[in-house]
């Protein structure tokens, strides 16, 4: 049985979560933009979860998330992101697309923290994924811890579509089984370019300009992808 302190836990985060993807106003957007530029400076200058910069220029496409988890035995984890694509052909980035995240999960377990996970897309089984309203990380898409090191290209399992790289913040202790769905933030699009767009809209038929808020989040992208791109 769950406590009342568990379930109030759970209440809390589940009404941050919902409060902000109803209530986001523009300049909030543009921080999650913000946010997401400094979730990759972050991980990609500590050196122990720097993201290998040849899987970075390999990427077909990348989505960056600041996750929120809580629980008292029925846990929960919801949280926001931007995700972009590379076009195949000139390498260049697309503008970005908002998707949001929800999982539950049951299991021993206790705590609560932020999660920043990076999701590199390495083939064309992700990229399709990506074209969904909704879609299940390792269902509809297979997905492996992100190596690190100079070898990293050689320890991805063939087929893989999704590398994840995430990094916590706080104190959580448990062992669960977990399913991870990520959605196409339409609201946040809409309010953000001022037009109905889904992620297929902005990712893949480029039916918007690059926004200057977002220029600075692709100038990392490329700080960070090796010199020799030409995969």
């Given at each position: 049985m769950i406590n009342k302190f568990g379930w109030t836990v759970i209440s809390v985060i589940t009404f941050l979560i919902a409060a902000e993807g109803h209530t986001a106003s523009r300049r909030q957007l543009v921080n999650r933009i913000n946010d997401a530029n400094q979730y990759i400076e972050d991980m990609m200058e500590a050196p122990d979860t720097a993201i290998p910069q040849e899987l970075m220029s390999k990427c077909r496409g990348i989505i960056i998330l600041r996750q929120y988890k809580a629980g008292f035995i029925l846990g929960i984890k919801g949280?926001?992101?931007?995700?972009?694509?590379?076009?195949?052909?000139?390498?260049?980035?697309?503008?970005?697309?908002?998707?949001?995240?929800g999982e539950g999960s049951f299991g021993v377990q206790i705590g609560g923290q932020a999660i920043d996970s990076i999701l590199l897309i390495m083939n064309r089984e992700g990229m399709e994924m990506l074209m969904k309203t909704n879609f299940k990380i390792g269902v509809d898409a297979s997905a492996?811890?992100?190596p690190l090191g100079r070898d990293a290209a050689v320890k991805i399992g063939p087929g893989t579509a999704i590398l994840v790289y995430s990094r916590a913040k706080g104190l959580?202790?448990?062992?669960?089984?977990?399913?991870?769905?990520?959605?196409?933030?339409?609201?946040?699009n809409e309010k953000f370019y001022g037009k109905r767009l889904s992620s297929k809209d902005i990712l893949f038929d480029r039916k918007v300009q690059?926004?200057?808020?977002?220029?600075?989040?692709?100038?990392?992208?490329?700080?960070?992808?090796?010199s020799d791109n030409s995969d």
């Open positions: 949280g926001f992101g931007v995700a972009l694509a590379r076009d195949e052909n000139t390498h260049e980035w697309s503008a970005p697309s908002f998707v949001k995240s492996a811890a992100g959580y202790a448990g062992a669960t089984f977990e399913g991870g769905m990520l959605l196409s933030d339409d609201d946040a690059i926004p200057a808020e977002a220029g600075k989040l692709i100038e990392t992208l490329k700080k960070y992808q090796a």
